[in-house]
C-alpha cells in the first residue's frame, strides 16, 4: 500500500508523518509519534483506553484512521499538564479520591470527564456515569473515580461557561 504525508496537530504540536490509508490514529499516536499515554486495549472502541480529544470531542483512536486526522486539533492526556508539567486541577482530584489504580484506564477517563466538564456546567453523578459507559475500569469499581470527578466539577468556577447542545463530530 502507497504512504501518504500527512499533517497531524497533537497537544498543539505540528508533526508530518508518513501513513498508509489503512493506518490507525492509535498506531501513528502510540507507535509512530511515542506517545504512551494512547494505548491499545479492545480495538473495537469499546475500553476508553485509547481516547482522544479530537476537536474537543472524545473519540476512540482505534476507531479513526490516522489520515480522518488530518487538520483537526487532537489532544492526549499530556495536553492536560500546566506549565512545568504541573498536574491539572482533575488529575490532582483523581490522585486524592485513588481513581487512579493501574492507571490504564485513566487517560481516557480524564479526557472524557474534562470533554463532560466544559460541555456541561454542573453534572450530576448520573450524567458522569452516563458520560463515562465507553471508559472500562477493572480496578477502583468507578465509586473513587466518580468521586474525583464530582470534586472536579464542584470546584470549578460557576461563571464557567458552557457549551451544552455542542455537536459531535
Known amino acids: 500500500m ?3 504525508l ?7 504540536r505540528g508533526y508530518d508523518v508518513w501513513v498508509t490509508p489503512s493506518e490507525l490514529l492509535l498506531d501513528v499516536l502510540h507507535d509512530e509519534l511515542g506517545l504512551p499515554e494512547v494505548r ?5 472502541g469499546v475500553c476508553g483506553t485509547c481516547t482522544v480529544q479530537f476537536d474537543g470531542h472524545t473519540v476512540s483512536a482505534c476507531l479513526m484512521f490516522a489520515i480522518q486526522a488530518e487538520g483537526h486539533q487532537i489532544s492526549t492526556v499530556a495536553a492536560l499538564l500546566g506549565e512545568g508539567e504541573a498536574l491539572h486541577p482533575l488529575q490532582e482530584c ?14 481516557g477517563m480524564l479526557l ?5 466538564a466544559k460541555r456541561t456546567r454542573r453534572p450530576s453523578r ?15 469499581g468507578y465509586t473513587k473515580i466518580l468521586d474525583a470527578i464530582e470534586e472536579y466539577v464542584s470546584l470549578s ?13
Do not use: W
Open 40 to 44: 491499545y486495549g479492545c480495538g473495537e
Open 94 to 107: 483523581m490522585l486524592r479520591h485513588g481513581g487512579a489504580q493501574c492507571g490504564f484506564c485513566t487517560p
Open 112 to 116: 472524557t470527564a474534562d470533554c463532560l
Open 6 to 12: 500527512i499533517s497531524l496537530s497533537v497537544n498543539g
Open 157 to 169: 468556577s460557576p461563571d464557567r461557561p458552557s457549551v451544552e447542545g455542542a455537536e459531535l463530530p
Open 2 to 4: 502507497r504512504k501518504r
Open 126 to 140: 448520573d450524567e458522569i456515569r452516563h458520560e463515562l459507559v465507553g471508559n472500562l475500569c477493572r480496578c477502583t
